[in-house]
């Protein structure tokens, strides 16, 4: 092996290596689209069985059965989100009604006991709790304001994005199937097209199955939540389920939603004997459903459905969590399928791909 030969496959290897983090870079700035796109194609694959019992069964045209399909879709949002307009409404009244300084004094007789224990450990919390500087990141309020007005900015782009895009989806069903077939030569079409048919498969049993998920952990918070009295059950435990679609990320902030609401619901009565149990006993219950998701239904679900172990299901959603956020979380595992059809296509003889497609 001589010099040139050395130095020509170094510098390959530098030019793949640098290709692919520009790839990687360019994704993660576009993440957003990428995100667009892919809850597109999700509508898509769910609105495909409506579009085609309008067109068949009613006679209804391509266009008009696509255009019936998306304003379905928008009046179930649009009802999901009626469904909140009552609980924000209450949660209003509740907090109109709270008396201040009565929840200040037991907070404050709390953390005196709390703070007596550990002094008897030589550890005084409400000290250390006046010297910090609470208030520093005052300042920050202005941005945080501003943060929302964008994010509400974004949602309204991104809904307009994902109407439109669907709306083409759905309309020429072929669009992006042709446009894979532009990527290979004639010989691998039938191929491409077998990894397609799987990949939709696969899909189609991973959203049945995140549908299972969530439906089981709302019945879980549903029943512990009206077992307790707590008001607009229903529209509490349905939004924290839908926050479960996050991986690792969604059940934290569900849980500090949960604990929220249920305080807020009981502002009336009293702390001590009546709000902290009913708010202890709601939690004990939204942890053990996380436990039954965490430890069932999830492993039971995903890798029955996607074929792939819970080991490579967790580290493949931590991975794409550190490279595109909440995002990536979220449509890791949809992406990994894919991927994992499309090389056991492609790339049946690659001891890799073997040992990753094992289950295919």
Do not use: W
């Not at 576009?30 to 999700?42: D, E, G, K, P, T």
């Amino acid at each position: 092996m001589n010099s040139n030969t050395i130095t020509n496959g170094i510098i390959k290897a530098i030019a793949i290596i640098t290709g692919v983090l520009l790839l990687l870079y360019f994704l993660y700035k576009i993440q957003s689209v990428i995100a667009y796109v892919a809850i597109s194609i999700v509508i898509a694959l769910i609105g495909g069985p409506i579009i085609r019992f309008l067109k068949r069964k009613l006679k209804f045209p391509n266009a008009l059965a696509v255009i019936t399909t998306l304003l379905l879709f928008l009046g179930i949002l649009a009802g999901i989100i009626s469904m909140f307009i009552p609980l924000i409404i209450k949660q209003g009244e509740n907090l109109s009604l709270l008396n201040i300084e009565a929840l200040q004094i037991n907070i404050e007789y709390f953390l005196n006991k709390i703070n007596d224990y550990f002094l008897t450990h030589n550890i005084d919390i409400l000290n250390e709790l006046k010297n910090a500087n609470l208030f520093k990141n005052v300042k920050a309020i202005p941005d945080l304001l501003n943060a929302v007005i964008g994010t509400i900015g974004n949602l309204s782009i991104g809904l307009f994005s994902v109407i439109f895009i669907t709306f083409f989806l759905m309309k020429d069903t072929q669009i992006m199937e042709n446009s894979l077939y532009v990527l290979v030569n004639n010989k691998n079409e039938q191929k491409l097209k077998n990894s397609l048919t799987s990949i939709n498969h696969l899909l189609s049993r991973y959203f049945i199955g995140l549908v299972l998920q969530i439906t089981i952990i709302f019945i879980i918070y549903t029943t512990f939540l009206l077992i307790f009295g707590i008001e607009n059950a229903i529209v509490i435990a349905f939004l924290c389920a839908l926050l479960n679609l996050i991986p690792y990320v969604g059940p934290i902030i569900g849980g500090i939603l949960m604990l929220f609401l249920t305080m807020s619901n009981n502002l009336a009565n009293d702390f001590q004997t009546e709000i902290l149990p009913t708010t202890i006993y709601v939690m004990v219950g939204y942890i053990f459903a996380q436990l039954i998701d965490n430890f069932f239904s999830q492993p039971l679900i995903f890798s029955n459905s996607v074929k792939s172990h819970p080991l490579e299901i967790f580290l493949i959603i931590v991975i794409g969590g550190i490279l595109f956020g909440i995002t990536g979380m979220i449509i890791a595992v949809p992406t990994y399928t894919a991927i994992k059809v499309i090389l056991k296509a492609f790339l049946p003889d690659n001891k890799i791909v073997k040992l990753m497609t094992k289950d295919l």
